[in-house]
């Protein structure tokens, strides 16, 4: 864990240097970020993360709709090579609250923050999710 913490902060400062070398003054920004130095990572799922609301649907049998929507999910990408590329997540309500279906955000790097909350069927709609998925893939 130290190896990779290291790893991290010469990271950081060869980015830090770098952009310092690009401007002749380094901007407050960069220098508070030096004192915190708080660490980043690329994901792996960069062309996409897939949020499924867990609170949208009531128990049966054991599990809930949405649990049964993501599983679909995480199968059918993994099965496509598209596993990794993705996540699907599982998260807590979303505010959306829809009386019939699932609330689903799909957050891309092309989004910029602006992801649309979709309500779909988990089951008659899974399909056109996927392609909705696929299409915003990088």
Known sequence: MKKLIQRIKRLLKRILKRSASNSQQ????????????????????????????SQCTNERSGSTASEDLENWLKSRLKFEGLWGEFRVVSTSCLGVCPRM?????????GSYGNSPCLIVNPHSDREFLYSYIKKNKG
């Open 26 to 53: 380094p901007s407050p920004l960069i220098n508070s970020r030096l004192e915190t130095s708080i660490p980043t990572v690329s994901p792996r799922w960069e062309s996409g993360l897939v949020l499924v609301c």
């Open 101 to 109: 279906g699932i609330t689903v955000v799909v957050v891309s790097n």
